[in-house]
C-alpha cells in the first residue's frame, strides 16, 4: 500500500526566502505525482503535474522534481511571499484504468511567509 | 463549466439524517473520483466513475456511503443515517482519460454532523 509522508507538517519562513517542501513516498511505482496548494476552507488547486518519465517541471516560481528510484520529490518555491502561504499537498498517482491516476496524499504541509 | 463545482459548499445534518452532495465535473472530462478529507488529514480516496459506470468504491468506508452517475456527467453521493464520523469535507475531482492523468478538484462540500 502507498504511503506518503511529507514532513515537517508545519514551516515559516520570512518573506523573500527560497525554500523546499519535500514529499516521500513508499511505491516507486508510480504513474505521476501532482503537488497541490490548498487554502483554508478552499479545495484543492493543482500546481505541477509531474509524469512517471519526467524528472522535474517548472511554473512561475514553482519547480517539482520527481526521483522515482528514492522515492522523492520536491517543491521549490523561490522568492516566497506572503500570498504563498497555504497547505502544499503531495498526492502520488497509482496507474488506473484508461490513463487515469488514483491518488495517495500525504497530510500537507502548511506554509506560512511573514512579511 | 469552466472547473468543477460541487453543492452544497456547506452541510450540517442531524445525526442520523441522510444527506445528498452533488458534483457537475468539468464539461467533457469522462473520469470522476470522489475523496474525503478529515480535518488536519490529506484526502482519501472513496470510488471512482468513468462515464457513468462505477469502476472502484473500494474507498467507500461503510454501505451507508453511495455514489452514482447515471448519464455520466453530474454525480450524486450520498450518505445514509450519517454519524459523527462522516464530519469531513468531501472533494470532487475530475480528468480527462488522456496520458497525464491530471486531476481537477472542486472546492468541496464541508459535511458537519450534530
Known amino acids: 500500500k502507498q504511503e506518503v509522508t511529507q514532513i515537517p507538517a508545519a514551516l515559516s519562513v520570512p518573506e523573500g526566502e527560497n525554500l523546499v517542501l519535500n514529499c516521500s513516498f513508499t511505491?516507486?511505482?508510480?504513474?505521476?505525482l501532482q503537488w497541490f496548494r490548498q487554502d483554508p476552507g478552499k479545495g484543492l488547486t493543482s500546481l505541477l503535474l509531474?509524469?512517471?518519465?519526467?524528472r522535474e517541471q517548472t511554473s512561475g516560481r514553482l519547480n517539482a522534481s520527481l526521483d522515482k528510484s528514492s522515492g522523492r520529490s520536491t517543491l521549490y518555491i523561490a522568492a516566497s511571499q506572503p500570498g504563498d502561504s497555504a497547505t502544499y499537498l503531495c498526492a502520488v498517482g497509482a496507474y488506473y484504468t484508461g490513463a487515469n491516476s488514483k491518488l495517495t496524499f500525504g497530510k500537507g504541509i502548511t506554509l506560512s511567509v511573514r512579511p | 463549466g469552466a472547473g468543477v463545482s460541487q453543492s452544497p459548499r456547506y452541510k450540517v445534518a442531524k445525526r442520523g439524517q441522510d444527506v445528498a452532495l452533488r458534483c457537475d465535473p468539468i464539461s467533457g472530462h469522462v473520469s470522476l473520483f470522489w475523496y474525503q478529507q478529515a480535518l488536519g488529514q490529506g484526502p482519501e480516496f472513496l470510488t471512482y466513475f468513468q462515464n457513468e459506470a462505477q469502476l472502484d468504491k473500494s474507498g467507500l468506508p461503510s454501505d451507508r456511503f453511495f455514489a452514482e452517475r447515471p448519464e455520466g456527467s453530474v454525480s450524486t453521493l450520498k450518505i445514509q443515517r450519517t454519524q459523527q464520523e462522516d464530519s469531513a469535507v468531501y472533494l470532487c475531482a475530475s480528468s480527462l482519460a488522456r496520458t497525464d492523468g491530471e486531476a481537477f478538484f472542486g472546492q468541496g462540500t464541508r459535511l458537519t454532523v450534530v
Open positions: 511505491d516507486s511505482a508510480i504513474y505521476n
Open positions: 509531474i509524469q512517471s518519465s519526467q
